[in-house]
């Protein structure tokens, strides 16, 4: 099956800055990809290649098996964006904007996937609304309805929920959930990474422009050996074999770190020995949001990986 994205040997200078440093990756078909890193990893960028707005220095993408830019029209066709940033034009409402969308398109009669849309992401209200009176949030909500107006294989959702709502923020996962379950790849990079841990099915990382991990959300997880344990006792006392394994003490409760699940049989002879009263005992197994901090500060990018002569 021709992958969704393909992207090959991705570099991108901007002066000495080494933006991307030989990216590889293949996005499958009706995945729904987490695409992940830091402030300045290269995230962005990446896209921006892939939606054909930056072009790489060297290497390839191919969208749908398109070449971004040898066949730019068809791969362009593939694709929907939301971009990170707030852009929109002041002068139409939100259902001209989306028509107007669906112009650059070449797509007629397109009002009832219009109405979905914005049935979908609750703009039904604000359909006949200027575009320069809605909120930050509606904005956002219009910018996910222009990616989606032509219907693409492809969505790339680049921090879609950034300053919106938890309401939004639902109903928008529950859309995308279903353009998901339809058919569509989806291609999601956010700093939530709760939210990439609920919804994808692999990740890759990236830090300075390298891709440092790329595999199964739970793979990763799993990668990361051991666990937490969070206790409230009575009396409120860690008996003083447990100390060394305290990590935390939040109020009323200790959070011990164990290196591997074996030591729960310790923590609980330790508590016997007591005479300690277990009032509520929970085992925390390492989430994404530890894996990513972990694979970060393992990650060593040489020098002149990140910035070439």
Known sequence: MTPAIEVKQMHKR???????????????????FALLGPNGAGKTTLIN????????TSGSVRVMGYDVVADYRDARRMLGVVPQELVYDPFFTVRETLLIQSGYYGLKNNEAWIDEIIHHLDLADKAGV??????GGMKRRVLVAQALVHKPPVI????????VDVELRQGLWRFVRQLNRDGHTIVLTTHYLDE??????????????????????????NSVPGCAVRLRLSPDTLPSALRPLMSTRE??????????????????????EAASQVLEMQVLQPDLEEVFVKIMGDAEITESAAVPT
């Not at 901007?14 to 729904?32: C, K, N, S």
């Not at 290649?49 to 790489?56: F, H, M, S, V």
């Open 251 to 272: 109020e009323g409760y200790y959070i011990l770190t164990l290196a591997e699940y074996s030591q729960l049989e310790h923590v609980m002879a330790a508590l016997r």
């Open 156 to 163: 790339v959702l680049d921090e879609p929920t950034a300053g």
């Open 49 to 56: 290649i892939i939606a054909g707005l930056t072009r790489a």
């Open 14 to 32: 901007f002066g000495r800055l080494h933006a991307l440093a030989g990216v590889d990756l293949e996005i499958r078909t009706g995945e729904f």
């Open 196 to 221: 990439a841990e609920a919804l994808c099915s692999r990740v890759a990382m990236l830090k300075q422009g390298n891709i440092v991990a790329l595999d199964t959300i739970s793979n990763l997880v």
């Open 130 to 135: 200027n575009m320069r009176a809605l909120s």
